[in-house]
């Protein structure tokens, strides 16, 4: 990749409103797909939202009825705000498209920047986005924080109950809790679109928001894991700005030494 710019929208006071972000993508596609642009990384904070991709469920969404935007991305329900570093690679790929490589891509410079602040992350088989892995299951307290060690997994009722709802059952279970649960928690999530060879829609890394957000919704659809920020794991404040000159330079040490191919048919 010879060229790849990055473009500040907007943060803070500025943050950009997901349609109007929404709608910057659209134009910046065109322009890459005409070949009238370089690869683009779009950068920005968004006011709070949640957006939805197109495999989410309807029992996922917020019970109080809150708005959701439905948007064309893959994956499913997820909160963007004030704390969050998103980002939009705008980026032409072969044909035909390698969406998986594009994910795995992403995933690696967002590895590589919480490393570079001193946090271990991985990928989750199944599971897209970058996580904190925690405790294994027989090690993790028992719901409401009882001590029971190996017993805990016979009084956690989302192992017995397939409809079970977080959101109904106090903060034990919500998912901005799951570090004090030693469960494994998203740091970043993924959600991608390509239309005509063409990359939109990207990542979200959680620097320092107010991870209750995420407790109104099934976050990505996941009922036995959480979210957790940069600020959470570190045990300091992380903000958005210190993170963008660190994503950036993983940003483009990544995709400028890729060598994108074709997906094998």
């Not at 959101?167 to 970043?188: I, V």
């Not at 993924?190 to 829609?201: F, L, S």
């Amino acid at each position: 990749m010879s060229t790849l710019d990055f473009v500040h929208l907007g943060f803070g006071e500025d943050a950009v409103e997901y349609q109007a972000a929404w709608q910057e993508q659209r134009r910046v596609h065109a322009a890459r797909f005409a070949d009238e642009s370089a690869d683009t990384v779009l950068l920005l904070e968004h006011p709070p939202v949640y957006t939805a991709g197109r495999r989410t469920a309807e029992s996922e969404r917020p019970l109080d009825g809150t708005p959701v935007v439905d948007v064309d991305r893959g994956g499913k329900i997820t909160w963007h705000g004030p704390g969050q570093l998103v980002g939009y690679p705008i980026l032409k790929l072969p044909r035909p498209v390698d969406v998986v490589a594009h994910v795995r891509r992403l995933e690696e410079a967002l590895i590589r920047t919480c490393a570079e602040f001193g946090l271990e992350t991985t990928r989750i088989e199944g599971r897209s986005g970058v996580w904190v892995l925690g405790d294994a299951v027989e090690q993790r307290p028992a719901p409401g924080g009882s001590s029971l060690g190996g017993l805990a997994l016979d009084f956690d009722p989302r192992l017995q109950d397939e409809e079970f709802d977080p959101r109904l059952n106090g903060p034990e279970y919500a998912p901005s809790n799951a570090g004090q649960r030693r469960e494994d928690r998203k740091l970043a999530a993924i959600g991608i679109r390509v239309a005509k060879g063409v990359t939109m829609h990207g990542f979200a890394l959680n620097c320092d928001p107010d991870n209750t957000w995420f407790d109104r919704i099934v976050p990505c659809g996941i009922r036995d894991a959480g979210v957790t920020s940069l600020s959470n794991e570190l045990g300091r404040r992380v903000s958005v700005a210190e993170a963008v000159p660190v994503v950036e330079r993983q940003l483009r040490e990544v995709l400028a030494t890729a060598e994108p191919l074709p997906r094998a048919v």
